[in-house]
C-alpha cells in the first residue's frame, strides 16, 4: 500500500532503502567492534448511484480519527489518521535479513511537521549501533534533499481507494454493505502511482479490468477494498487490500513532546536522503 507522491510512499520507500543501508552500516561496525469493523450497511438511495454511494464512503475531513492498515506486494502499512488535527502516523516494518531483525520504521506527521521514529527486535541493541534514537526524532524539511520526500499530512485516504474507485466503468451493490466491480489500473499516472510496486504493464489488458470487493459499514465509512490482481509474467497473483476502522476509537494524534522527543541526528537524514 503506497501513495508515492506522499507520505504513505515515502515511508514504505525509505524502509525498503533503509534496510539494506542499515545492514551495511550494522555490519561494518560490528566487524569493527482489523481488523476492519463495522456491521453491514443499508442499501443506498436508489436515487444514489452504486459508484458515487462508494466513493462517498470513502474518508473525508469530516470523519473523526480512524486506524488504517494495507498490504500489496511491497509489504504492509499500518497507522492513524486524524482529520482535525491534520495528522497521520503510519508504520512500516521491514525485515532486515543480515541483522537477523524487523525495522520498524514510523512517521508522525501533523501538518507540516514530522517526526520519525525507527526501533529493532531482537537481542542487539542496533539502534545503539547506529547511532539512532529510540525516541521520536523532529525533522527539519529543510535537511531532506528532495522536498517531494518531505514527509506532509495530505489528506484522509492513504490507501488511495477514491483515486481506485474512479477508474470503475461499473460498480453493483450486492446488499449487506458489499459492493464488487472491476476497475482499470491503466488509467492515469495517479494510478499508476497509487499502484506503485505493481507492474501494471505486464498485466497487458487484464488491468483494465481488475476485479475487486469493497464494504461499507453502517456508519456510512468504506471499510476494506481488496483488489484481485492476477498474475503476470514473474509477477504472482496478488491482492491490494485497504482497511479503514475504529472511526472515532482511534486516539486522537499530537506532537510528542519531553522526554518522548529529540531533534534528528544527521543519521535520520542519511536515511531519508539515500
Same mark, same amino acid.
Given at each position: 500500500?503506497?501513495?508515492?507522491?506522499?507520505?504513505?510512499? !515515502?515511508? /514504505?520507500?525509505?524502509?525498503?532503502?533503509?534496510?539494506?543501508?542499515?545492514?551495511?552500516?550494522?555490519?561494518?561496525?560490528?566487524?569493527? !567492534?482489523?481488523?476492519?469493523?463495522?456491521?453491514?450497511?443499508?442499501?443506498?438511495?436508489?436515487?444514489?448511484?452504486?459508484?458515487?454511494?462508494?466513493?462517498?464512503? *470513502?474518508?473525508?475531513?469530516?470523519?473523526?480519527?480512524? /486506524?488504517?492498515?494495507?498490504?500489496?506486494?511491497?509489504?504492509?502499512?499500518?497507522?492513524?489518521?486524524?482529520?482535525?488535527?491534520?495528522?497521520?502516523?503510519?508504520?512500516?516494518?521491514?525485515?532486515?535479513?543480515?541483522?537477523?531483525?524487523?525495522?520498524?520504521?514510523?512517521?508522525?506527521?501533523?501538518?507540516?511537521?514530522?517526526?520519525?521514529? *525507527?526501533?529493532?527486535?531482537?537481542?542487539?541493541?542496533?539502534?545503539?549501533?547506529?547511532?539512532?534514537?529510540? /525516541?521520536?526524532?523532529?525533522?527539519?524539511?529543510?535537511?531532506?534533499?528532495?522536498?517531494?520526500?518531505?514527509?506532509?499530512?495530505?489528506?484522509?485516504?492513504?490507501?488511495?481507494?477514491?483515486?481506485?474507485? /474512479?477508474?470503475?466503468?461499473?460498480?453493483?451493490?450486492?446488499?449487506?454493505?458489499?459492493?464488487?466491480?472491476?476497475?482499470?489500473?491503466?488509467?492515469?499516472?495517479?494510478?499508476?502511482?497509487?499502484?506503485?510496486?505493481?507492474?501494471?504493464?505486464?498485466?497487458?489488458?487484464?488491468?483494465?479490468?481488475?476485479?475487486?470487493?469493497?464494504?461499507?459499514?453502517?456508519?456510512?465509512?468504506? !471499510?476494506?477494498?481488496?483488489?484481485?490482481?492476477?498474475?503476470?509474467?514473474?509477477?504472482?497473483?496478488?491482492?491490494?487490500?485497504?482497511?479503514?476502522?475504529?472511526?472515532?476509537?482511534?486516539?486522537?494524534?499530537?506532537?510528542?513532546?519531553?522526554?518522548?522527543?529529540?531533534?534528528?541526528?544527521?543519521?535520520?537524514?542519511?536515511?531519508?536522503?539515500?
Amino acid at each position: 500500500m503506497t501513495q508515492r507522491t506522499g507520505t504513505a510512499g !515515502t515511508i /514504505r520507500w525509505v524502509a525498503s532503502t533503509a534496510a539494506a543501508v542499515l545492514a551495511a552500516t550494522a555490519l561494518a561496525g560490528c566487524a569493527g !567492534t482489523d481488523g476492519a469493523g463495522g456491521s453491514a450497511a443499508p442499501a443506498p438511495s436508489p436515487s444514489v448511484s452504486p459508484k458515487s454511494a462508494l466513493l462517498a464512503a *470513502v474518508p473525508d475531513e469530516k470523519d473523526p480519527a480512524f /486506524r488504517f492498515s494495507g498490504s500489496d506486494l511491497t509489504g504492509k502499512v499500518s497507522g492513524m489518521v486524524d482529520p482535525a488535527a491534520g495528522g497521520m502516523e503510519l508504520t512500516v516494518a521491514e525485515k532486515v535479513a543480515e541483522l537477523k531483525s524487523t525495522m520498524s520504521l514510523s512517521f508522525r506527521v501533523i501538518g507540516q511537521q514530522a517526526w520519525m521514529r *525507527v526501533t529493532f527486535d531482537g537481542k542487539q541493541d542496533i539502534n545503539a549501533l547506529l547511532k539512532l534514537p529510540k /525516541r521520536w526524532m523532529a525533522l527539519d524539511n529543510a535537511k531532506i534533499e528532495d522536498p517531494a520526500d518531505a514527509p506532509v499530512y495530505e489528506g484522509t485516504d492513504p490507501g488511495n481507494t477514491a483515486t481506485i474507485i /474512479r477508474t470503475a466503468e461499473t460498480v453493483e451493490e450486492k446488499g449487506d454493505g458489499t459492493y464488487v466491480g472491476t476497475v482499470d489500473l491503466t488509467k492515469g499516472q495517479d494510478v499508476a502511482t497509487a499502484m506503485e510496486g505493481l507492474d501494471i504493464a505486464a498485466l497487458g489488458d487484464a488491468a483494465k479490468q481488475v476485479p475487486f470487493t469493497a464494504v461499507v459499514g453502517a456508519d456510512g465509512n468504506l !471499510t476494506s477494498l481488496t483488489l484481485d490482481i492476477p498474475a503476470a509474467g514473474k509477477q504472482k497473483a496478488s491482492k491490494y487490500v485497504v482497511r479503514y476502522f475504529d472511526f472515532g476509537k482511534a486516539p486522537k494524534l499530537a506532537a510528542p513532546t519531553g522526554s518522548d522527543v529529540q531533534k534528528a541526528p544527521a543519521t535520520a537524514y542519511e536515511l531519508l536522503n539515500s
